[in-house]
């Protein structure tokens, strides 16, 4: 019996032991491993949302080049082709059916006056730009100060106050000049 007891109070001595010690030192370990981990999730986190924002970064920086590269290629064109072609010239004046919901204010965010024309969106990709000059054959010389819808091509609207000398002014094939002054 005395053997039994004895065994029993080692057996009852070590697992008090064994409780001390996961009590005492493996938990605190263990909560420190935690910690660490922790700490080192959240600066990997922070990591990868700096390299997501580095990302974002050279992802808008290509974008921008690659509108650069698009801007240069179209102002290459533009300077390629002659400024002298022929273009449907027609008329407009300022009526909320040929414009858009404020008709006394042109593209170019600017008022509309005599003097100026509205240029087919082709030929403003091509140089024919706000605040160009035209010349028109028979016409004489515009400011380019609007846009056309999207559905003409190669066409320019000279603005006209007066809607009946717009209308009878009606359409026509001429020469226009892009001049460079």
């Keep these: 019996m005395c053997t039994y007891m004895a065994r029993e109070r080692k057996i009852t001595g070590a697992l008090y032991h064994m409780k001390m010690t996961i009590n005492y030192i493996l938990a605190p370990v263990f909560c420190a491993i935690l910690v660490v981990l922790a700490v080192a999730v959240v600066v990997k986190q922070q990591e990868i949302d700096g390299l997501k924002h580095k990302l974002v970064l050279v992802e808008q920086t290509a974008e921008a080049r690659k509108d650069m590269i698009e801007e240069a290629r179209l102002l290459q064109k533009a300077m390629s082709q002659s400024p002298v072609r022929t273009v449907t010239v027609t008329a407009y004046n300022p009526t909320a059916d040929q414009c858009d919901d404020d008709p006394l204010i042109a593209a170019s965010m600017r008022k509309v006056r005599a003097g100026t024309v509205a240029v087919s969106r082709d030929l403003f990709d091509q140089g024919w730009v706000f605040g160009r000059k035209v010349r028109i054959e ?10 056309m819808n999207k559905r003409f091509t190669q066409r320019i609207d000279i603005f006209m106050w007066d809607e009946s000398k717009a209308r009878e002014f009606g359409r026509k094939n001429v020469k226009a000049a892009l001049l460079e002054i």
């Design 138 to 147: 028979g016409y004489g010389i515009f400011e380019i100060n609007d846009l």
